[in-house]
């Protein structure tokens, strides 16, 4: 089995340090159930005697669809597997997703939640956007009161900017955060160095794109080339170097991806080929 190192989120869940995201096990779009359901369920054994201990999910992703997926195929769960789900977007089709955080509505989402995944506590719950209609207080109110009430261990948040994260924090610990971060998306860069500095995880999610860098030729390629490795792989593994506390979480819906993702946690890229790709990012 492939050793994969561990990070431990808000002091008491040792997870890998290589999730896996459970959003690309639907029907296009998010959306509806896979084509083979029964593929999807054993893809999702695979990963856990893979030895992954991180799995990522949300209500919306199908809806509900992904969640199902999880506890039919997983149920009743290894000790050491964290399940983080998510609450506050509403589906009404295929590539449409809407914000929905209202404090009573993320309540009945997080009982949902529990119901469908067959648990009486979720590891992480987390909030998976901002509504701007909803005070962001608000919002993470409704947590704190369900990790009062044991319903979740930890509260997680998405799509947060710096000062969005600190107004959270003011309302209950936040244990990790979730954005969109990849080699070629940096935007999040000063969320991250909170993240580092705090102790918080950081899940990127998207962290396959690449954008142009793995174009042949590219950077990317090159080095991909060089270590015998696929352009994934490079971009994993260089988001497991980029700083301690990211987690990468990547979706797929095939085993053969996911096995190839997961090698990236045993490729070391040497300095003068990180500055190099970093180097081409920043170019980009
Ligand atoms: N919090 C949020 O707002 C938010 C938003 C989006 C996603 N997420 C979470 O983050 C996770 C990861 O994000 P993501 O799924 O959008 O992006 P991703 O992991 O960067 O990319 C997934 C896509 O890449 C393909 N892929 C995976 N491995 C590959 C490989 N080795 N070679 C070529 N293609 C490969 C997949 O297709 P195949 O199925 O064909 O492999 C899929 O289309 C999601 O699963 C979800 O849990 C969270």
Known sequence: MTEIQTFTIGGDLEVGRFGYGAMRITGPG????????????????HVVQSGVTLIDTADSYGPEVSEKLIAEALHPYPDDLVI??????????????????????????????????QLERIDIYQLHAVDPKVPLEDSIGALAELHDEGKIRH????????????????????????????????????????????????????PLATGDLARPGGSLDAIARKYGASPAQVALAWLLHHSHVTLPIPGTSSIEHFDENLQAVELELDEEDIATLEEAAARA
């Open 30 to 45: 998010i959306w509806g159930p896979p084509q083979n359901e029964a593929a999807a369920r054993e893809l999702l054994k």
């Open 84 to 117: 983080a789900t998510k609450g506050g977007l509403t589906r009404s089709g295929p590539g449409q997703w809407e914000r929905n955080c209202r404090p009573d509505r993320l309540k009945r989402c997080c009982e949902d939640s529990l119901r469908r995944l």
């Open 155 to 206: 509260v997680g948040v998405c799509n947060v900017s710096v000062e969005e994260l600190d107004r959270a924090r003011q309302v209950v610990e936040i244990v990790s955060v979730q954005n969109r971060y990849n080699l070629a998306d940096r935007h999040s860069e000063d969320v991250l160095a909170v993240c580092e500095r705090d102790g918080l995880g950081f899940l990127p999610w998207f």
